[in-house]
Structures are given as C-alpha cells and as structure tokens.
C-alpha cells in the first residue's frame, strides 16, 4: 500500500514562482493592485518591472470591458462659434459619417448644443444650449427622438447680475435611480451697471444640482475653487473635472504660488466631492507646456499629458478616487511631436488627438499606428461620444 507523506518544508508549499505572481496581480483591478504594493517589497517595486508593465499593459487593453458592450462612436464637432454638428461614425478607420440632427425645443433656425460629458448616460445625451438667455439644458435620447427640457434653475436670476456656467457634468444616481445634472454657476455684475451702487452684492460663485425625479434644482453647501474646463466626464455614478488651483494644499502658505493639479470628483449618490492630487512629475511642469485632460480608458479615468517642449505624452490611470498614489503612469511615448491635444477615446485603445495642422487623428494604443481621421477633413474642433442606444423613455433603466 502506498503510503502518503505530507510536505515538511512550509517554504515549499508557500512559494509562487516570479512569473506566476506577475501574471497573478496584472490581471487585477487597479484598485486593489495599489492596495496590495504593501503586501511585500518585492510587490511594491512591480511598477519598476518592465515584464510586469507589459503584462498590466495587455490586460489593461485587450481585457474585454462591459463598458464598451453594444456601443458605438459619435463625433461632436465645433464648426464655428454658433454652430455645432453630431454625427454618427462607423466603418473600420471612422471613415463614414452619418449626420444626426438636433432636436429643436426651442424653435430655433438653427439650434447648437453642447454635449455634456463623453457618453451617453442609459442612452440618454445631455445638451447644453447656450444661445437662450439663460443656459437651458435638453435631456435628449438620439434612438427615440425623445427629448426633455430641463426647467430653468431659480438661483441664476440674481438681480443686476450675469451668470454663467464654468462647468457641468450628467450622471445617473443608482441608490435614487435618478437622473441630475451638477454645475457650477457664477454671478457677476452686469456691465452697464454701476458698481459702486452695488457695493452690498458681490461676485459669487455656487454649485448646484439638478434631480430629474424631483424635476427641480436646489443649492449644494460646498466652496470649490473656480476652474474653466467646462465638461465633466462621468463614470459609475460619478463626475469627474481636471482642475488646477492654488487652493488645495497649505492655506497659511502664502509664499506658495505654485497651482496644485489635481482631479475633482462628485459622488451623485452621496453628493460629495473628492479630490485626488496628480502625480508630482505632473505638477512640477510648466502648464503652458503640458496638454492635459481626462477620459475615460477601457473603463477607467485616464489622465493624458502631451508635454509638448518634449515631444512625448504619457498615460497614467487612477486606481483609487482620493489616493494620489494610485495614479499608475501605463504608458509614455517619445517622441511623437505630430500629436498636440487629446480629444477623446474609443473602443480597443484608439486615442484621438489634434495634430500639429489642427487635423484630428487616433493613435492605437495596441498597435502603435497613428492614422489621420479619414471623415474629418481641415482643423477639427470638439470630441468623440461613446453612445449605447436605448429604447427605454427618459428617466426609466434597464433592471
């Protein structure tokens, strides 16, 4: 009868080859990967590894990711200050463009949007109209044709006061199962009113939300600094802007001129903001000659940099909202002087960019190819949508 002898040597049973443990933790969530560089010391140096990098690179990109499933390309384009096209894309170099027409509301000759974000919400587009009076937002659903006008917030009327909206963002609270729309508004006086009969009013800045169930706006308690970077992108119930202020950090400094860039963040389900601070490399740069700006990456926040004194860009993804050392730097490229300003990204990695002719292009982060958008012929102005239709009615999901 064979005898079984257990294994005496614990060493042996607990080791797991190098390669085995790579191939192990690449195919984890960013997240937890950040979590478990603290395991071991050999684990917290993987991102010095170059097999390792290439690993985490493959699984990043091929990985088949639900947030891609049944979608399709759009392409928001700016053709002058009052007029905005949106047409559907399609073909294997996005070389046939189908337009789509807005729908028209307001009754206007000729009505222009802006696209807030850089996908559609359950299938749900959120316009913002900037030729009425006062900014009108549309929630529009582009396979049914249905639309639905926002109501007018009672906070912009704010007597001898102009307002405008420095940014927004759209998203979809799955604790409430509502639709809102967060922004931040600024009042300031009129022009051909005098200031010095105002002196009790001054120029203020708020946030607030809008709650599709409730069909109304109400006022969010929260100070953040004022920023430009009008359009949020969103993903799993969250907005995210790039912000650059000198607000973040010690307040008491005063010495301290140097603006902090970091990313702002706005739970919709428990209505709070995060910020998560950049990487220092980033910071320490000259903004005049670094392009940055968010997307989305195979369901990731993605932070792209063009450093255009050095003709390279780099690609780093968050893995942990309000953690700076989460930011996992996946790619850097150098040189490629013919890339200037990222637009936008697509389905298997394809990143578009401006070139230096203002023509719009897509790099292949699985291929290495650049190719010049074969629709879009001149300077190109504006982003691509990633879309998913829906035949559901405005404010219902799928269960």
């Known amino acids: ?34 979590r478990f560089r603290c395991v071991r010391k050999s684990w917290s140096t993987l991102f010095e590894n170059p097999s390792f990098i290439s690993l985490l690179r493959n699984n990043f990109l091929f990985n088949n990711h639900d947030y891609y499933e049944d979608t399709s390309l ?27 027409d807005w729908p028209n509301p307001f009754e206007e000759n000729k009505p222009n949007f802006d696209i807030s974000g850089s996908c559609s919400i359950n299938g749900i587009l959120c316009l913002i109209n900037y030729s009425e009076p006062n900014t009108r937002a549309v929630l529009w659903n582009p396979t049914t044709q249905e639309f639905k006008v926002i109501p007018t917030s009672p906070f912009e009327f704010v007597p001898h006061m102009d307002v405008d909206i420095l940014r927004h963002g759209f998203g979809y609270d799955c ?6 729309i967060i922004r931040q508004v600024m009042c300031y006086h009129k022009i051909d009113i005098d200031v010095y009969l105002l002196e009790d009013i001054d120029n203020d800045h708020f946030w607030e939300i809008y709650s599709l169930r409730s069909n109304s706006w109400r006022k969010l308690e929260y100070d953040i600094p004022i920023n430009h970077k009008e359009s949020g992108v969103c993903l799993d119930g969250m907005v995210h802007w790039w912000n650059q202020s000198d607000d973040i950090g010690d307040e008491d400094d005063e010495d301290d001129d140097d603006d902090e860039a970091y990313l702002l963040s706005f739970d919709l389900r428990t209505e709070e903001f995060i910020t998560t601070l950049t990487p220092l490399e980033d910071v320490s740069f000259d903004s005049g ?8 990456l195979n369901g990731s926040i993605a932070l792209i940099s063009n450093y255009t004194n050095l003709g390279s860009f780099q690609i780093y993804v968050l893995g942990e909202f309000g953690v700076k050392e989460s930011w996992f730097k996946l790619f850097i490229f150098q040189p490629l002087s013919i890339i200037v300003y990222p637009i936008g990204a697509g389905r298997k990695g394809n990143i578009f960019f401006t070139n230096e002719d203002g023509k719009l292009i897509f790099f292949s982060l699985s291929t290495m190819i650049i190719e010049e958008f074969n629709f879009v012929r001149g300077k190109f102005s504006g982003k691509t949508i990633t879309y998913k239709e829906s035949l559901l009615p405005i404010g219902e999901i799928n269960e």
Not at 1 to 24: E, F, G, H
Not at 289 to 296: G, H, I
Request: net charge negative; glycine share 2%; no cysteine.
């Open 74 to 100: 759009l392409l928001h384009q700016i053709v002058t200050d009052d007029e905005f096209v949106l047409y559907s894309l399609s073909g294997e170099r996005f070389e046939i463009g189908t337009k789509i």
């Open 289 to 296: 000659y670094v392009l940055s700006d968010l997307m989305v």
């Open 175 to 180: 604790v409430t199962n509502d639709y809102k």
């Open 1 to 34: 009868m064979v005898k079984l002898v257990p294994a005496r040597n614990n060493k042996v049973r607990n080791y797991i080859p190098d390669d085995l443990t790579q191939s192990i933790l690449s195919n984890l969530s960013l997240k937890s990967l950040n």
